[in-house]
């Protein structure tokens, strides 16, 4: 069965009317235009040829001319009914792209007309869409939204990891590093929160931070390592932890701190490294907020490294003080016998420490003694005394040096009084006397001898001439000078003359 479509049908319709008007030219009697036999008009939408034998009518798709000819309606016209005179424009969102339609046909959705006579649709721009048929205009694709084709129903909606921020987009953009979004057809991306990071484009989600790393700013590209000193042992965190008090951390991007180790403290938060006990401590385990203070009796010197444990003071010296560097040596007069002395000890009664730094008490020497305990030294016996003895507590255990005997020292017996001198009680030395004299050993004096008084007695006399001649040669002399013969009486008057020695 051979099938017609309604474009053919029409087609062949139009041709045969064609034929048909021109058949009646040669083969029916004249009549004036627009009249039939027997003269009467033709109906509105109809027409008569020259032989006016009969009525022609227009059919659809065509419309009546002056020339009496029926034309079919031109592309982007049609003619919705027969007997029509003119042909009408296509109205906007339809078309008609063949001549002599009848009617026009809507544009598919994804295309449109916007003025009347079209003879084809216009696909939507790309950015645009219309989902409707028979349209004059495309709608904008909105915001998380895009089209990059043209005649499409629809707008596509943003992936995942991208957005469009304004109408009609061709195309969606990447959200950048530092930002994401997980839900399509967006406006905008979303920043990374604190601890979390995004190092691509066009991501759905961020990542947590590692542990030992951080992001503090929202939108971060990337996380960055925990500082020396900071640790953090949790993912996703926009800071680090400081580490606490006694412990530390010398590297970066670390989930924890450590201890600090042994002879070493940190008391601040925070700590690169621990640092060395000090001088006057001590540290004997890990982890320590402050070295241990050093007792009295004992200390630590400055070392680079620290000490696990105080040294006691030596002998001879102590500390009463905690945290001490060095020991103090022992004051004269005072010891330490023993280590890790706190105080010196004062010497008792008849014993003493003559020097520093000593760790036993000596007992007095012979000759000296020292009555009270005390940081005192022993004293020496009063010139004229002894004392054999050692560890003497008391002035009175040194003794007078008796008669007829000198004590040159103090710790030695007294010694026998030379021949040539006497020694009275209390000599210290003994009493010489001069070669004409003579030692009393009872009186304790020396006394004249014989030689003595024959010697004294010419001196005596030697020296008595002398004077008397001095005497006599001073006189004469001052006479001479006067004028005056010697022995001369003053018996008679004149000027006196007065001279005198």
Known sequence: MVKFSLQSVYGIALLLIYLKINLSVTGYPSCDSGIIENCTSCDPGTYANESGVDCYCCQVFGQCKIDSLCVPCARGYYNP?????????????????????????????????????????????????????????????????????????ECLRCDTGHFSNHPASTGCTACTEGEYQNITGQTNCLKCSPGYFQ????????????????????????????????????????????????????????????????????????????????????????????????PAGSYSPSTSSGVTQCTECPNGHHNDKKNQSSCVTCDSGTVCNKTGCINCDPCPEGEEADGRGLSECAKCQPGTYKTAAGPSLCQECPDGTYNTNSGSQTKQDCLLCPEDKFCPSSGDNPQPCPASAYCPAGSSDPEFCNTLLKPNKIKMNCEVTSSFIVVMSVIGIVVLVIGVFVTYRVRRYYRLRAGQPDREPLTKSGTHVYTGL
């Open 81 to 153: 009914a027969s007997q029509k005179t003119s042909c009408v424009a296509c109205e906007k969102g339809h078309y008609a792209n063949v001549t002599g339609k009848q009617e026009c046909d809507g544009c598919e959705a994804g295309y449109i007309t916007n003025k009347t006579g079209s003879f084809e649709c216009q696909p939507c721009a790309e950015g645009e869409f219309q989902n409707k048929t028979k349209q004059s205009s495309c709608n904008k694709c909105d915001p998380g939204g895009y089209q990059n084709r043209t005649g499409q129903e």
């Open 199 to 294: 190092d691509q484009k066009a991501q759905a989600e961020c990542s947590m931070c590692k542990i030992g790393t951080f992001s503090k700013e929202e939108g971060s590209p990337k996380c960055e390592d925990c500082p020396k000193g900071e640790f953090q042992n949790v993912t996703g965190q926009p800071s680090c932890d400081k580490c606490h008090p006694g412990s530390y951390q010398n590297a970066t991007g670390k989930s924890l701190c450590e201890p600090c180790q042994i002879t070493h403290y940190c008391k601040i938060f925070g700590c690169h490294d621990c640092k060395p006990c000090p001088a006057g401590t001590y540290g004997n385990q890990t982890g320590l907020v402050d070295c241990l203070a050093c």
